[in-house]
């Protein structure tokens, strides 16, 4: 794969608007015809055709040309947010009476999509610890449909072999689906590892500026073909032209930001691996991870979010560490140009509230700043509490 000629050049038909360099946003609902034998040869393409933007736009055809090939897949769809993109290629999968085994700790909407709204339909799930393929055996019923896979997962990183999983799935004719959101196809391919499904949060790496929420579902022309005349025409979470454009325009960067963020995040982790105030540092490729193996098996390398245990008693002890950040927003989402701090004690009323996860993990998102700036910050921050 060329990524630099997708990235840069594919899909880009410049002699079709006037040899513009830059792709033309088509901001227009609504497409004309010189005529009425026109106008129903055009009806019966309409998914692959200018007719109407609820199903196909030109800038958006540009950019699922680009994320497809990215992926390594055959075609993709943009939707208006990750979620979307997450709920809508579930929902091609599974009918009333399926059931869908998950690794256990997905982004919380897509646990939601699951394990709540789903069963109000019928559909039955399992949550399985990801780390051993067998538990995913385990998990598989009669009724089993989908398989779905966060590797890594966006909060500590666990994850899944990807490959055996995928053998798995197809041995008993099960859809895998992916969130490759953490990796981008710069690190990982799972396609190519026999995931039949792959789904992204455009609003992070993909577009990368902070200023769009998007998602992307990328598979085989069958699938997609499908899931347009379904779930995405009817549900109609689609992409507006301009953050098209937009993605479009962040995409051009994709590698060079994923690899930027990729190995100022490796230095970060080299300082904070055996610092005194941090009793666990989750990273796929830190250097006591017990799952490094598997990183290096799948992953060409780390990305730019890791989380810290703090050595802490106290609430408000990791309170202040996020606090004497001066380099890092408190903010949620990541995968944007500026670095990032999200604590988990802000979720916590109290020391008593019980949650899944520990109160004083913190999440980093490493961003194009100079990663000796940002150790510094972290090293002043660390010495406060
Ligand atoms: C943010 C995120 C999503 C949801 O995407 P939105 O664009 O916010 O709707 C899904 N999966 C992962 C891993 C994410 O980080």
Redesign the pocket.
């Known amino acids: 794969m060329d990524i630099s000629h997708i990235i840069n050049h594919l899909g880009e038909e410049r002699e079709e608007y006037y040899g513009a360099v830059a792709p033309p946003v088509f901001q227009t609902s609504n497409f004309c015809f010189n005529s009425v034998a026109e106008m129903r040869e055009k009806l019966k393409r309409e998914l692959e055709t200018p007719f109407y933007s609820r199903g196909y736009n030109p800038t958006v055809a540009i950019l699922r040309k680009k994320l497809a090939a990215l992926e390594g897949a055959e075609d993709a769809l943009v939707f208006s947010?990750?979620?979307?993109a997450?709920a809508a290629a579930i929902m091609s999968v599974v009918n009333a009476g399926d059931h869908i085994v998950c690794v256990q700790k997905?982004?919380s909407?897509?646990r939601t999509v699951i394990s709540k709204y789903l069963a109000k339909y019928g559909v039955t799930h399992t949550f399985v610890d990801g780390g051993e393929v067998e538990n995913f055996e385990k998990a598989i019923e009669e009724n089993t449909k989908l398989i779905y896979l966060?590797s890594p997962?966006?909060l500590t990183f666990e994850m899944q072999d990807i490959t055996a999983i995928a053998a798995l799935a197809k041995s008993k004719n099960i859809t895998t689906i992916i969130?490759n959101?953490?990796s981008t196809p710069i690190n990982q391919q799972p396609l190519s590892m026999g995931v039949d499904i792959v789904v992204h949060?455009?609003?992070?790496y993909l577009n990368g500026h902070s200023d769009v929420?998007?998602?992307v579902v990328c598979s085989t022309k069958k699938r997609i073909e499908q899931l347009m005349a379904e779930e995405y025409m009817t549900i109609g979470s689609i992409i507006s032209p301009q953050d098209a454009a937009l993605i479009l325009r962040g995409l051009r960067t994709l590698e060079l930001r994923v690899n930027r963020s990729a190995e100022s995040a490796k230095k970060v982790v080299e300082f904070l691996e055996n610092h005194p105030k941090i009793k666990q540092l989750n990273y796929p490729f830190a250097s006591k991870n017990p799952q490094l193996h598997l990183a290096k098996k799948q992953m060409k390398q780390g990305g730019g979010l890791l989380s810290i245990e703090l050595k802490v008693e106290k609430l408000e002890q990791a309170e202040k560490f996020c606090d004497s950040l001066k380099r890092f927003l408190i903010a949620t989402?990541?995968g944007g140009y500026e670095s990032l701090v999200f604590p988990m004690c802000a979720l916590v009323a109290s020391q008593s509230f019980v949650n899944p996860l520990p109160w004083n993990l913190v999440r980093l998102y490493i961003g194009l700043e100079d990663a000796d700036l940002l150790i510094e910050d972290l090293k002043q921050a660390l010495e406060k509490i």
């Not at 949060?201 to 992070?204: E, F, G, L, Q």
């Open positions: 947010s990750g979620s979307a997450v997905p982004y909407w897509t966060e997962n966006s969130d959101s953490y949060s455009a609003s992070k929420i998007a998602g989402s990541w």
